[in-house]
């Protein structure tokens, strides 16, 4: 295969744009998912119950922000950020008062859920990667390092026989 050609359903992208996606889905969704506790204020419902729904919520959007492509390592800085980011602004926005502690555990559970769907995502794919150095050779006279489709050495411009 050569370096242009990518299989077919194997996206090439920039890592971070998969954390920018990450931190777009965790903001925009944990506002979507958490609108009806402004249902349930209306409704009469205990406290507890938006609460443990809006917790729910988090949890369900950073795990959909970590299954954006992006590592674990990077998955729960974004979704960190678009979960305090979503809290704030939903809060503030349509069901206030705004509590920052409350602002930290919405965002740490969404960090930790994309942690969480990312590491699971990339246990899935990493046997189907092949590293760059899998598919390198060595050049005969000098031992440097060669692409797989190469005819010619890039060091000693040894000519690379296929057959051998």
Known sequence: MRFAEVPLGMAVRNPLVGI?????????LAPILSLPIVLFGFLGL????????????FA?????AGRSGTFGWAAFPAAF????FAY?????LAAPPMYPLYALIHATIAGGAAWAAALHRMAK???????????LRKCRSCGARVGSHAHRCWSCRATLSRLA
Do not use: C, Q
Request: charged content about 15%; overall charge negative.
């Open 20 to 28: 920018f996606v990450a931190l777009a889905k965790a903001a925009i």
């Open 46 to 57: 205990p406290m507890e119950v938006a609460l443990f729904y809006e917790v729910a919520a």
């Open 60 to 64: 369900i959007a950073g795990a959909f």
């Open 81 to 84: 950020l678009g979960g305090f």
């Open 88 to 92: 704030v602004v939903f809060n503030a």
């Open 125 to 135: 794919v990493t046997p189907e990667l092949r590293l760059e150095s899998e598919e």
